[in-house]
Nanobody, 124 residues
Framework: QVQLIESGGGLVQAGGSLRLSCAASARTFSSYVMGWFRQAPGKEREFVAAITWSGRSSYYADSVKGRFTISRDNPKITVYLQMNSLKPEDTAVYYC?????????????????WGQGTQVTVSS
């Protein structure tokens, strides 16, 4: 079992920045693919970013490419999502996800483990 705990959400003005953190419980964290998803009210959960176990490769949704950066610190068993140039449409609950193997980075059902989510609100 892997427990994931997100933090770092909050209220920010458009154009501002936030850094989300996701702390994991598993000693085998370094072997897991990690992803970030988000869900806005009335919308389906959508892929934001993912990173391989080594951190050498990362993937982004087109809507956040160039503004968000995913990274991981394996010794600290933590994954981060740096969000810059935030827009009101980035407002959502952001979820951290993990799995030992993912073939489709964008598919939420590929990830077995999920955090409880952290709210990000961007005001215009």
């Amino acid at each position: 079992q892997v427990q994931l705990i997100e933090s770092g959400g909050g209220l920010v003005q458009a154009g501002g920045s936030l850094r989300l953190s996701c702390a994991a419980s598993a000693r085998t964290f370094s072997s897991y693919v990690m992803g970030w998803f988000r869900q806005a009210p009335g919308k389906e959960r959508e892929f934001v970013a993912a990173i391989t176990w080594s951190g050498r490769s990362s993937y982004y949704a087109d809507s956040v490419k160039g503004r968000f950066t995913i990274s991981r610190d394996n010794p600290k068993i933590t994954v981060y999502l740096q969000m810059n140039s935030l827009k009101p449409e980035d407002t959502a609950v952001y979820y951290c996800a993990a799995d030992s193997y993912v073939s489709n980075w964008h598919a939420a059902d590929e990830y077995d483990y999920w955090g409880q989510g952290t709210q990000v609100t961007v005001s215009s």
